[in-house]
């Protein structure tokens, strides 16, 4: 291999190394944001702030319950209007992955308290979310919640 050609394949290695190594950190960096946005979103619906809601939901939020019912942006913060409250809304084992440098899903467990007129229910439950990146910064378009399925019996003794 002559100097120049090895000269340009020593470059585009350490190009891709330095590029690599700056991917993963904005990686990182992003789903440290939307976790952070996730966290934010938890304590506004503790809290009933429904203007902080109208920031983290995107527009055009869907919103799919375990249950199957499907919620806009609009509907959704109506429940909190209309007295619906949360005495607890945590989330764990949350995982992020970047799809593009602008959208970020993620997955984990949701444990919450929430009820109208002090008639509380306890749900557990997992949950996928899709964030986007705009000029609003990350917002929620899609959340799917499910309930995860029940332990399997212990096998017959033969």
Not at 74 to 93: C, E, M, P, W
Not at 97 to 122: F, H, P, S
Not at 139 to 157: D, G, K, Y
Request: glycine letters at 6%; charged letters at 20%.
């Amino acid at each position: 291999m002559n100097t120049w050609k090895q000269f340009v394949a020593i470059v585009v290695f350490m190009a891709s190394a330095v590029l690599g190594t700056q991917g993963a950190a904005m990686e990182e960096k992003a789903v440290a944001e939307v976790m952070a946005a996730d966290k934010a979103r938890g304590a506004a619906l503790r809290a009933a702030d429904t203007n902080a809601l109208k920031v983290i939901l995107a527009d055009d939020l869907r919103y799919t319950h375990s249950n199957g019912y499907v919620e806009t942006k609009a509907i959704h913060i109506k429940s909190l209007v209309d007295g619906l409250r949360y005495a607890r809304f945590d989330t764990t084992n949350v995982v992020g992955k970047v799809v593009t440098a602008d959208v970020v899903v993620l997955n984990g467990i949701i444990d919450q308290r929430k009820g109208v007129a002090e008639k509380w229910t306890d749900y557990h439950l997992l949950f996928q979310s899709v964030w986007r990146k705009g000029n609003a910064g990350w917002q929620m378009v899609s959340l799917q919640t499910a309930a995860p399925p029940a332990p399997a019996a212990p096998a017959a003794a033969k």
